[in-house]
């Protein structure tokens, strides 16, 4: 089926999604889009609608929304069983908050812009990464599109879902919750196993696994992240004293994070953390269970629509 289905969060950006639908199928009205669209406006709703569109025929999935919406979306066409997730396309109007998947492919915000960069852009394969972490229920699986956290990294999105709770979003949220947090939380011990070989750090404060460069709504915690090269950038930061916040805050906003020395940043294409004791999870900015936690790279499985210049 040639026509595309438009899975559009209504919540997404502080309610942006909703409020600017109407122009925006105005836009892809105007441009002779083809389409039939649905809100997702609960939380993991998009999940089982991305994967029952598949199930009715279409092949050609568009996210109105944020990386939350992008990640749900992904999760969907990957959990469906009717074709491989290869024979798929997404293509993306961002109206997120954060929108970091669009910020590292280079896809506008402008609604108009992305909608060309929809109908005269090209096909991209990029890498994904699969999770396998721990649950109340066993084992959860996801596939990651951006980047997954742990240690600090996790429990600011904790911060963040909890401030989200009570009413508080906004662009500063994410922020605000860092600098909170990064001065209460405390490294752990770690057993961590690359591509079969084990090594024991005695303390990790946080870590990221991914293939782009962005999360927290612009902070380039992987810098040298390559999206279609079959390996995760890993980042592992042993320890941050108080002193250091300032620098390595700024080092962070400015993609220079690798400058600090108790950073290590390398590539692979399996990776698995072991903490002592258990730490959240977290994919895409979502938090969806606890360590130990294994991450395996799925090479140019996404097809996904992306300007020409990327």
Not at 278 to 297: K, M
């Amino acid at each position: 089926m040639e026509e595309w289905f438009v899975i559009v969060n209504p919540v997404s950006g502080r309610g942006r999604g909703g409020r600017d639908w109407p122009r925006i199928a105005e836009l892809l009205d105007r441009a002779g889009v083809s389409y039939t669209f649905n809100f997702s406006p609960a939380r993991y709703e998009a999940i089982d609608l991305a994967e029952s569109v598949v199930r009715m025929g279409y092949r050609k999935i568009m996210v109105v929304g944020g990386d939350g919406t992008m990640h749900e979306v992904l999760n969907g066409l990957w959990r469906q069983t009717d074709v491989p997730l290869e024979e798929l396309t997404v293509g993306v109007i961002p109206v997120g908050t954060g929108n970091d998947w669009v910020r590292h492919v280079g896809i506008p915000h402008d609604y108009e812009a992305a909608i060309q960069v929809i109908l005269t852009g090209r096909i991209y394969h990029q890498d994904i990464i699969r999770a396998r972490y721990r649950t109340d229920k066993g084992v959860g699986e996801r596939v990651v599109a951006n980047i997954a956290g742990l240690g600090l990294d996790a429990e600011v999105i904790k911060a963040v879902e909890a401030a989200w709770s009570r009413g508080r979003k906004g662009r500063g949220t994410y922020m605000k919750c860092l600098l909170r947090t990064v001065f209460s939380h405390s490294p752990q011990p770690c057993r961590v196993t690359v591509d079969g070989r084990e090594c024991s750090y005695p303390k990790i404060f946080t870590a990221a696994v991914g293939n782009n460069r962005f999360n927290g709504g612009g902070l380039e915690q992987l810098p040298c992240a390559k999206s279609d090269d079959g390996l995760a950038e890993v980042m592992i930061m042993r320890s941050l004293t108080a002193g250091m916040v300032p620098r390595a805050l700024w080092l962070l906003l400015n993609g220079r994070i690798n400058e600090i020395a108790t950073v290590e940043n390398f590539r692979c294409r399996r990776i698995s953390f072991d903490f002592e004791g258990e730490n959240p999870v977290e994919l895409d900015g979502e938090l969806v269970g606890r360590t130990s936690v294994e991450y395996e790279v799925i090479p140019r499985a996404l097809r996904v629509i992306v300007p020409k210049n990327f």
